[in-house]
């Protein structure tokens, strides 16, 4: 048995998952982990380094890595890669000056041409989901999509 099927056979004993979530600094990933999980987001500060948070969604335990995205730590994104289950790419769609920016870092995370998602090669699961970390709007939805999608490719059907 290979250390993979080790791995995916204690993740469908726990319904564990792994999310990474990355994006530009100040582009609402720590507000959106503390939004799902119920918790205060009046007060937040920046990300130096990275967060773990374990939140209970559905029958399943995320472990959502929460990545700070300043430009001195985004080269060490990629050393977060290692057994991650789901990416949510965080982009603030109103700080329209670094809308490039936030291209140019998602080009250098995923080695594509551009931000043209329906080029990607059709093995990547992905999905647009509009939301605020504010309100929660729209929230919800998105994890819904995710936690199924990676359930269905990482799970023995319930």
Request: aromatic share 8%.
């Amino acid at each position: 048995m290979g250390l993979l099927s080790i791995i995916k056979k204690i993740k469908r004993k726990e319904k564990e998952m792994r999310i990474l979530m990355v994006g530009l600094d100040n582009s609402g990933k720590t507000t959106i982990v503390l939004k799902i999980n119920g918790e205060d987001t009046s007060v937040i500060s920046p990300t130096l380094g990275f967060n773990i948070k374990t939140i209970k969604y559905h029958k399943y335990s995320l472990n959502i890595w929460d990545v700070g995205g300043q430009k001195t730590i985004r080269s060490y994104w990629r050393n977060y890669f290692e057994q991650t289950d789901g990416l949510v790419w965080v982009v603030d769609s109103s700080d329209i000056r670094r809308l490039d920016d936030c291209r140019a870092e998602l080009h250098n995370l995923l080695k594509e041409e551009v931000l043209d998602l329906h080029a990607m090669d059709k093995s990547r699961h992905w999905l647009i989901e509009g939301c605020s970390a504010h309100t929660g709007e729209g929230l919800l939805e998105g994890f819904d999509w995710l936690v199924q999608d990676i359930a269905s490719r990482i799970y023995v059907i319930d």
